[in-house]
């Protein structure tokens, strides 16, 4: 009897355990600091992880299919740059930059699931060299400077407030709304549980396991574009050099929220409270005046724990 409320017990934290773990950081940060508990904070955080959760609920989708995506933050960077190119007053409506913006991104993603689907080569080899060769057209494209005089529409998707909620907050709702319905209600998405979890059993059930590939990395460069066009606008000019190392808070968010390296297992509601989760200690840990070095040490102890509780359940 005892064994089995422990077994029920550890089965509740496995699969309740980031929920758990979300709630007692916000407890303990609100008896830390009177400050973390204030709507104005709160609304700050939102903000402020806007980006990297729309990046995060991107590469969800190409984990789950059992990949990896190591050229966001490159893609962030290249996508600001082109879409601010076209951003400026007085020139182009504002849908031009947007959808060139987001096309460029979606390009990459194509050019990532074609070479490692058709080419057969490792994902991670894959994005690696994108991730230079992404940074080095955001350069080219830049001349290695800043892009800036851009348009107060462009500024506004950004850094304006609609219903005094930050846009940034709204599309970041959006599309956790749609990856949500895409991931749990559609073909496609039971798809890419299947081809995650096991390959071969998917192809052999008929299912067009390129494809289903092809498209988990067309939505993950697409949401990439969308948050490079968001962190160009917030900052008011289209960075070369934005988003170094904006993959790994990604990643790590994605791991975080339970979703399994080893793919076929992972929801969007766990990458959203993992977003948060980073999201919470940074500005926590910001309000107790933690040096920032120290804040990167616990980030990674964090991450290497959420990674040895992934392969204690997978086994």
């Known amino acids: 009897m005892i064994a089995g409320k422990l077994k029920q017990g550890s089965n509740i934290i496995s ?12 407890i303990l940060l609100s008896v830390a600091t009177p400050h973390f508990l204030t709507g104005q904070n709160l609304l ?17 989708f190409v984990i789950i299919a ?37 096309f460029t991104g979606v390009g990459v993603g194509l050019i990532n699931g074609l070479v490692i689907t058709l080419g057969k ?12 060769m992404a940074r080095g057209l955001a350069l080219v494209w830049s001349d290695g400077r800043p892009v800036s005089n851009l348009s107060p529409a462009f500024n506004f998707i950004g850094g304006g407030d609609w219903l005094y909620i930050p846009v940034p907050i709204l599309l ?3 599309v956790v709304v749609v990856s949500y319905i895409l ?48 962190l160009a606008s917030r900052i008011t000019t289209g960075q070369p050099n934005a988003g170094i190392a904006y993959e790994l808070d990604a990643i790590a968010a994605v791991v975080i929220g339970g979703t399994s390296l080893m793919g076929g297992r992972g929801t969007v509601t766990g990458t959203v409270v993992g977003v948060l989760i ?18 990167q040490i616990i980030k990674g102890v964090i991450i290497i724990g959420a990674v040895l509780l992934d392969r204690r359940n997978a086994r």
Not at 122 to 132: D, E, R, S, Y
């Open 183 to 230: 991931l749990n209600n559609t073909t496609i998405g039971r798809y890419i549980y299947a081809v995650g979890g096991n390959e071969q059993a998917a192809k052999a059930s008929g299912i067009r396991v390129n494809a289903v590939k092809l498209f988990a990395y067309i939505i993950c460069g697409g949401l990439a574009a969308l948050a490079g066009i968001v």
């Open 121 to 132: 080569v490792a994902p991670f080899i894959v994005t690696l060299g994108m991730m230079t």
């Open 15 to 26: 699969r309740y355990g980031i929920f758990i773990a979300f709630i007692v950081l916000c």
């Open 66 to 102: 059992g990949g990896i995506d190591l050229s966001l933050g490159s893609v962030v960077a290249l996508t600001g740059v082109v879409a601010a190119g076209y951003a400026h007053p007085n020139t182009y409506p504002l849908i031009v930059p947007l959808l060139i913006g987001l």
């Open 172 to 174: 970041f709702v959006l």
């Open 278 to 295: 980073i999201g919470i200690i940074n500005n926590g840990l910001d309000l107790l005046n933690v040096s920032s070095y120290y804040q």
């Open 44 to 60: 700050i955080i939102l903000r402020q992880v806007s980006v990297n959760g729309i990046l995060a609920i991107g590469v969800t």
